[in-house]
Structure formats: C-alpha cells, structure tokens
C-alpha cells in the first residue's frame, strides 16, 4: 500500500548543511552568509537550547527581517522539547558578551 506523505513543515538546520563550517575549506564567513541566505527563505526560526554567538547572529538576522521566531528548552529525560519564551532563554558567555555590547 502506497500512502501520500503530506508535511506542513520541513526543518532544516543552516549549520549542518555545511558540515563544521565545511571542515574549514571555505572562510566561516562565507558559510554563515550562506546560513542566512537560507534564513532568509524560512517561514520561521526555530531555536533549540542554549545559544551560541553564531545562533544569536541568526536571531538578529531573522528579527531584522521580520521573521518569527519560535525558541524551545530541551528536556533530557525523558527526551522532549518545551516552547519557551524569549525571556527564558538561555544563552553562552561569548552570545551574552554580543548582547551586552549591543545594549550599550
């Protein structure tokens, strides 16, 4: 039996499309140009966990363009993911640095 699969939405993870930044062959630059290039096709963004510097940028790329953007917790056991709001959201030393710099 054949059935018809029907997606409403695809995910998609800019960062891995590329390996780690394509095992540095290319400048990072040129690979995170390209993450937003897609970003900048997407419905949404969609944020897992904590954030990085580089998953900051992206947040501010999107916002900048008016995409939503949707952040989750991710809970380990057992393993789920929680929608969160952006006040809740967690981030590393070098994202919250970026953020502090630019609320000055």
């Not at 039996?1 to 960062?15: E, R, W």
């Not at 891995?16 to 990072?28: N, P, W």
């Not at 897992?48 to 809970?75: C, H």
């Not at 953020?99 to 000055?104: A, E, F, H, P, S």
Request: aromatic letters at 12%; hydrophobic letters at 40%.
């Amino acid at each position: 039996m054949v059935k018809k699969l029907v997606f409403t939405s695809i995910p998609l993870n800019p960062f891995l499309c590329y390996d780690y930044f394509l095992l540095d062959t290319v400048e990072r630059d040129k690979v995170r140009e390209a993450n937003f290039e897609l970003i900048s096709r997407c419905d949404e963004l969609w944020v897992f966990g904590e954030v990085s510097d580089g998953v900051l940028k992206e947040i501010l790329f999107a916002k900048n363009r008016g995409i939503p953007i949707r952040y989750f917790k991710i809970v380990d056991e057992p393993l789920k993911f929680i929608e969160i709001s952006e006040e809740e959201v967690e981030y590393e030393e070098e994202a919250l640095e970026i953020l502090r710099r630019l609320r000055k």
